[in-house]
């Protein structure tokens, strides 16, 4: 994954202290590189003798320009002193990327009453005009450029900036149809091409069946590869050597399609047909790409690839996904919930330091290749991109992991806030029974992310959205 390019256009007005500002432009580039923040900054030297953006209309012609031919992901543009909303909104308008407003706050007045830079005041004006041009932006709170504010505020804006950058160019390798019993996966391809930009591109199971067996039949380092990460890694003593090398093959001939095709996810029809076909479950292929960052979802479940690509965008790719099924409430626990999914849970996530590689447990034929154990617990959040008549919506919420009963598959039981408000909520839709998970907190920058995606309303049950908002301005710091 490439990294995130930031278009760097640090502003000033020429009525206040052109020396200030400059001064600020390089403070605040310093302490945006000092957060670890896996980018790249585009920044404005050359462009005129400050590198700054001020007032002057063939700027703004080559700092878009600039912007354009470094393919730039997203505009930030810190307010040095009060700034200049009309080059800036026409940056951001051109550009048509997500746009972060901030600025450090003001120092007091000079001894002869005179200010040097009046920020805040700049950044009322800027937020007004970026409005006008119906160019949608991010803030966060006017404060010095060491308060943890602004590290919090920034670093989620490149989460979500990321989850934009993905999201829009989304193409999906789709294998084979949706179960036939499974009307919940049904989508709308079309609908996800005209308002979202999101591409499927479908192949069938005769397709991955083909491959699968040219891999297995050669001698490729890829396979050999696959063969000893399953055997180092997992406890295959109840499945054959050429069950594990069937389900390589398989990891292998999935990866390739999508590298071929240009897909970030897959969906998979992962039963009955395939197993039928070829004599061995994807769940640990699924498993193991997910680990990769090409995330599988079950059962052709569009809207849940689609998920999973946010969420771990959100977490900057920095961590796996999980797809699960919300399955059974907790026998003891009123806000407890098992997520569950047959065994495709990335191997990382292991409880065990070498879980089992096992025969399927619901099919009569019983074909090898599910990934079975419980994974860990800790902080989590629950994600879900679904829809129905031409509306769209993000379900949002956290998890903690706790203990419950041994269940056959992968596993883990988790906690919420409130479970029949939660249970209420994905009944009444437009949601289904699937969900994604990861480790790691990125509701606010799943949040942030759909002021950029039009059409994609974002719909938190814990926290609220208000509680979110809260967060971003600095609650709790």
């Not at 390739?256 to 897959?266: D, E, N, P, R, V």
């Amino acid at each position: 994954m490439k990294k995130l390019k930031l278009g760097y256009a640090p502003t000033r007005r020429f009525v206040f202290s052109a020396e200030d500002a400059f001064k600020y432009k390089v403070l605040i580039k310093e302490k945006i590189q000092s957060f670890g923040l896996d980018i790249d900054i585009v920044d404005l030297e050359g462009i005129n003798s400050e590198g700054l953006l001020y007032d002057d209309n063939i700027n703004a012609d080559l700092i878009i320009e600039r912007f354009r031919q470094e393919k730039v992901d997203a505009v930030f543009f810190p307010h040095c002193n009060f700034g200049t909303e009309d080059t800036v909104a026409r940056v951001g308008k051109a550009l048509g990327k997500p746009v972060l407003l901030w600025g450090p706050r003001d120092e007091a007045p000079l001894e002869d009453g005179m200010r040097l830079r009046d920020t805040q005041c700049g950044l009322f004006a800027t937020g007004k005009v970026l409005r006008r041009f119906n160019v949608p932006f991010s803030y966060v709170t006017n404060t010095r450029v060491n308060d943890p504010v602004f590290e919090r505020g920034f670093s989620n804006w490149i989460s979500a900036a990321n989850v934009v950058r993905q999201f829009r160019a989304l193409r999906i390798l789709q294998i084979g149809p949706r179960p036939s019993s499974f009307w919940t996966m049904m989508c709308n391809e079309g609908e996800l091409l005209e308002r979202f930009g999101i591409e499927l591109y479908p192949i069938t199971l005769v397709d991955i069946q083909r491959a699968s067996k040219r891999v297995e039949n050669g001698n490729s380092s890829e396979l050999a590869q696959a063969i000893d990460y399953i055997k180092a890694k997992l406890d295959w003593t109840e499945v054959t050597e050429a069950d594990v090398r069937r389900i390589a093959a398989l990891k292998v001939a999935m990866k390739q399609y999508a590298l071929q095709t240009g897909s970030t996810a897959i969906a998979i029809q992962c039963w009955s047909s395939l197993q039928e076909a070829m004599g061995i479950m994807p769940c640990l292929a699924n498993a193991i790409l997910t680990d990769e960052q090409i995330p599988v979802t079950c059962e052709t479940d569009i809207h849940g690839a689609i998920t999973s690509v946010m969420v771990q965008a959100a977490a900057m790719n920095q961590a796996p996904t999980f797809f699960a099924d919300l399955t059974v409430r907790h026998p003891e626990n009123a806000n407890g919930e098992l997520l569950f999914h047959c065994g495709n849970f990335p191997v990382s996530l292991s409880v065990e330091e070498k879980p089992k590689l096992r025969k399927h447990f619901l099919f009569d034929d019983h074909a090898p290749g599910t990934h079975e154990g419980e994974i860990k617990g800790g902080g989590m959040t629950l994600a879900r991109f679904d829809g129905d008549h031409g509306e769209y919506q993000l379900f949002l919420g956290r998890a903690q992991g706790i203990q419950g009963p041994y269940t056959r598959g992968s596993y883990v039981w988790v906690e919420v806030n409130d479970w029949p408000l939660w249970e209420e909520k994905l009944v009444k839709g437009p949601y289904v029974h699937h969900s994604v998970g990861i480790h790691a907190n990125v509701i606010p920058s799943l949040y942030e992310a759909c002021q950029y995606i039009p059409g994609l309303t974002p719909d938190p049950v814990d926290p609220t959205e208000s509680e979110i908002q809260a967060w971003l301005r600095g609650k709790g710091l």
